[in-house]
């Protein structure tokens, strides 16, 4: 007898909840990169439009639905490099499902996420846990005027520990947490690349902080960050550079910049 491979989840755009976007994203997302591609990004589309069109007769091959899947990607595949990524594809959840866009409405640029950031991490462990980012999802929902109770927070805060934890150990990190950011906004992407040492992160805080006090002002930062993007040749202009600064000083306290703070941002392997 023939093995049964999985179904797929039906794609019921009107009824879609939160939790149940979760599970279509995992089902797609195959290979847990964190983006549909390739053979995944086809799939997902042939399901979306046999639920958009009550059929399953879709026929990728056809120029017709090449065409549709163009469109969808002009709409959905904001940065425009050929693939989905979670917070592109949560525009498709109903409106009072979408506490991503109830984000966005919140936490619009990177300075604001960091210096929301800096609120919830309560303990500056480096990490929003649970209970943090529960608080942080109720003042979100409270500002954007919806109605919750505490299941649907609770339900809610479950499916962004779902989303974004990719590590599965309950609390979410800084850059785990930037996913939520609209992509032109997340910075922290463009530091993917350079993610240093705890080593080479201390080596570069000494040098910096030249009176040795354990932290380094908004100039200190600039230099700081304008080296490291001509070290790695990143591609950064003035502007960039003024952005990703602001962004990281609003995790500074009264101007000064501590050594933990910056290394949640630039280091791979902290130690916190």
Not at 19 to 28: P, R, T
Not at 46 to 55: C, I, N, S, T, V
Request: charged fraction near 30%.
């Amino acid at each position: 007898m023939a093995t049964q491979t999985q179904q797929p989840p039906h794609l019921r755009l009107a009824e879609l909840t939160a939790a149940q976007f979760v599970d279509i994203w995992k089902h797609f997302d195959a290979d847990g990169n964190g983006y549909i591609e390739g053979k995944e990004l086809e799939n997902f589309f042939k399901e979306l439009e046999a639920a958009r069109r009550g059929a399953a007769g879709v026929d990728p091959t056809h120029a017709a639905f090449k065409e549709k899947m163009k469109e969808f990607m002009a709409n959905f595949d904001k940065n425009a490099d050929g693939r989905i990524e979670m917070s592109e594809l949560a525009q498709i959840l109903p409106t009072e499902e979408n506490f991503l866009l109830c984000f966005r409405e919140f936490v619009g640029s990177s300075a604001e996420f960091m210096a929301a950031w800096r609120r919830y991490d309560t303990d500056r462990s480096g990490y929003i846990e649970s209970n943090e980012l529960e608080g942080f999802l109720s003042d979100l929902l409270k500002k954007a005027n919806r109605n919750y109770d505490a299941k649907k927070l609770n339900d809610y805060t479950q499916t962004i520990l779902r989303m974004f934890d990719l590590n599965g150990d309950g609390k979410l990190g800084l850059s785990e947490m930037a996913r939520l950011l609209p992509i032109e906004e997340n910075f922290l992407l463009k530091f993917q690349g350079i993610r240093l040492t705890v080593k080479e992160f201390d080596s570069l805080f000494t040098l910096y902080d030249k009176d040795g006090n354990g932290y380094i002002d908004e100039q200190e930062l600039e230099a700081l960050l304008k080296d490291l993007c001509d070290k790695n040749k990143m591609d950064v202009d003035s502007t960039g550079l003024v952005d990703y600064k602001k962004s990281i000083m609003a995790l500074s306290d009264g101007g000064k910049l501590y050594r933990t703070e910056l290394e949640i941002v630039l280091c791979r392997d902290s130690t916190l």
